[in-house]
């Protein structure tokens, strides 16, 4: 990343995200210091792919000094909304709410009053 312009940043997102629904705005808004992306870059060649990498920097230091990346509680109950709207449609009688990964404010949320089967 740290050998890419703005604009190649912005090609691959909107590559990945032509319709921008999670990643190209945020490309286009920001602008990172090289030495941002270079950590990126040594990040991703010392992990097994950039899954692994945004898991090691989840429980790395520099989320450990920040707090967690969480989601706001506004948009924990937006995807309450959308899990509990789907589930209508999908099956009145209920519909399973499965969980991977680590407990997050998402999952506490929908718990909290998930209505499944």
């Not at 270079?38 to 692994?52: K, N």
């Amino acid at each position: 990343m740290a050998e890419t312009t703005a604009e190649g940043r912005i090609t691959l997102a909107r590559g990945v995200d032509p319709d921008d629904r999670m990643l190209l705005r945020e490309v286009q808004a920001s602008a990172p210091a090289v030495g941002t992306l270079s950590f990126v870059d040594d990040l991703v060649e010392a992990s097994y792919g950039p899954r692994e990498a945004l898991d090691r920097l989840d429980r790395g230091r520099a989320a450990r000094a920040s707090g967690t990346r969480d989601l706001t509680s506004d948009a924990v109950g937006l995807i309450r909304a959308i899990a509990e709207a789907c589930s209508l449609h999908l099956d009145p009688e209920g519909v399973a709410l499965v969980h991977n990964g680590p407990v997050s404010s998402v999952t506490l949320g929908l718990a909290d009053t998930w209505r499944g089967p």
